[in-house]
């Protein structure tokens, strides 16, 4: 599932996300378990000119039995081969339609599972100020904008909510439908709910004035926040690995904070936990 964030600040445009892909595997007359791998690459990055974008993934893990990264070689080559710089809005509808017609053509016709979501953020050539879009396939494959006017700066984020939203908004995302069922409360009603919880349990986070850095510790705190309370509860740790952290700017494009290494037997190296 993991826990995908991208800020849009002022200075710049922050996406973070884990390294954890859980599958389900399933021996013949045997039950369905969980099966993670942690050195998944769910933050997309792409090669000039299009390097003031970047994306990332959650969600459904796999489009057949490949990562979305897995798919990049094919994006840009046979997409990009002969395009001039998109904008952030032209690349997020680019990248949705090529991977809606890989889920099309390598995913069953019955399938129930979760969206693959994807979170785009980057900068317009000449533009003064980010954008961020976001579109699920195969249900929503139409990006829809975040934060959208010039000024409007805030955070996008997905996946295994459970633990942020806490400490975000004061409560686990599941609590207004259970509120909803046991006081037998209108539409309505709720959203009076939501909104006066907004008013009086959100965290205050000021993104107007918040530096570059403090959105890349926003973030980073959120997901590892995320991987602590899950290594220690019962439930399903869908947030784990490495985390992979990048800024982009208006001048220097997408810049790698951290990143996930391979290494050696021989040239072992502390690797983040849990």
Not at 76 to 83: P, R
Not at 228 to 235: C, D, M, S
């Amino acid at each position: 599932m993991s826990l995908g964030v991208v800020i849009k600040g002022p200075e710049g445009v922050v996406l973070a996300i884990d390294s954890r892909v859980t599958l389900e595997a399933q021996k013949e007359g045997g039950p369905r378990i969980p099966v993670n791998f942690d050195n998944a690459t769910k933050l997309l990055s792409f090669s000039e000119p299009h390097n003031y974008v970047g994306c990332v993934t959650y969600g459904a893990a796999v489009i057949g039995l490949r990562t979305a990264h897995s798919y990049l070689p094919e994006f840009e080559q046979l997409v990009f081969a002969e395009k001039e710089r998109l904008s952030v809005e032209e690349y997020s509808k680019e990248l949705s339609q090529f991977f809606l017609n890989l889920w099309n053509k390598n995913m069953p016709s019955d399938y129930s599972g979760p969206n693959m979501t994807f979170v785009v953020g980057g900068y317009d050539p000449d533009a003064a100020y980010g954008k961020v879009f976001l579109f699920d396939v195969p249900q929503h494959p139409i990006p829809k904008p975040r934060n959208s006017g010039d000024k409007e700066f805030g955070m996008t984020w997905g996946g295994q909510l459970e633990i942020a939203s806490r400490i975000i908004h004061g409560f686990d995302p599941t609590l207004p439908s259970i509120i909803k069922r046991i006081l037998n409360l209108s539409d309505e009603q709720i959203e009076h709910l939501l909104s006066e919880l907004g008013k009086n349990l959100t965290f205050p986070i000021p993104y107007d004035v918040l530096p570059l850095q403090d959105c890349v510790d926003l973030a980073i705190f959120l997901i590892r926040a995320t991987m602590v309370a899950q290594h220690l509860a019962i439930g399903v740790r869908g947030v784990g690995g490495p985390i992979d952290v990048a800024v982009v700017t208006r001048t220097e494009g997408l810049k790698y904070i951290q990143q996930k290494v391979m290494y050696g037997e021989g040239d072992r190296v502390i690797r983040e936990q849990p």
